[in-house]
Every structure is written in structure tokens, then in C-alpha cells.
């Protein structure tokens, strides 16, 4: 009798703890999103990307020191998907355009 207790109450634990961990990784992966599409944008206005040379897209600069091909989606300082916008850790804080670039490029490694 009280083992069929038991069992039911450790069967009912199980199941919340089993949905506690899903929620948890859920809400484990969400801010991640959240941050990276929070960040205020990165503008070539900014004293530091004027510093640098960014620019919001690659294939207008006419920086002598751009190499052909070069954007913030192909940097090693760059955390976000190829399209759109995502963080660098140069500007920490602002988000950088994936088609953007900036003269502190430096080539992923493959
Ligand atoms: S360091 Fe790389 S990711 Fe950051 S702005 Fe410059 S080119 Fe883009």
C-alpha cells in the first residue's frame, strides 16, 4: 500500500522535475537571443567606429585596407549569424552589421 504511495509520489516528482529542466533550458537559451537583438546599433557616427573605420556595409568603404570579400560576418571578433546584426567584441555593447567592416578585421579561423 504505502509502496504504490511511494511510487505515484516519486512518479509525480519525476515529472516536475523533468519539466523544470526543459523550462530551465529554454529560459537557458533565451536571453542569448534577447541580448544579441537588444544591442543598439553600432552607426559609423560612433567616435570609436569612425576610430576604425567601420562601416554598416562592406562593399562601400574605400578603405585602401580592405580586403575583398572582408565583413564582420567572416571576423574572428564577431559572435552573430551571417545576416542581419550581432555582437563584436570590440564594441562591446552595439550591435555591428554582419555585412559591415572595420580596419580591426581579422579573418575567422576556419
Ligand atoms: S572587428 Fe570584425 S566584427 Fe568587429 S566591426 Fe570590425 S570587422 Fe566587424
Do not use: I
Not at 551571417?82 to 581579422?106: D, E, I, M, Y
Amino acid at each position: 500500500m504505502s509502496n504504490e504511495k511511494e511510487v505515484e509520489s516519486r512518479r509525480r516528482f519525476l515529472k516536475v522535475a523533468a519539466g523544470t529542466a526543459a523550462m530551465a533550458a529554454v529560459m537557458g537559451g533565451m536571453p542569448r537571443y534577447a541580448r544579441a537583438a537588444d544591442l543598439p546599433p553600432l552607426t559609423d557616427a560612433d567616435p570609436t567606429a569612425k576610430a576604425l573605420g567601420y562601416v554598416e556595409d562592406a562593399s562601400k568603404t574605400t578603405n585602401p585596407k580592405h580586403v575583398a570579400g572582408a565583413d564582420c560576418s567572416n571576423c574572428q571578433f564577431y559572435s552573430g549569424g551571417p545576416t542581419g546584426r550581432g555582437p563584436c567584441q570590440l564594441f562591446p555593447g552595439k550591435s555591428v552589421n554582419a555585412k559591415g567592416w572595420c580596419v580591426s578585421h581579422a579573418a575567422k579561423k576556419a
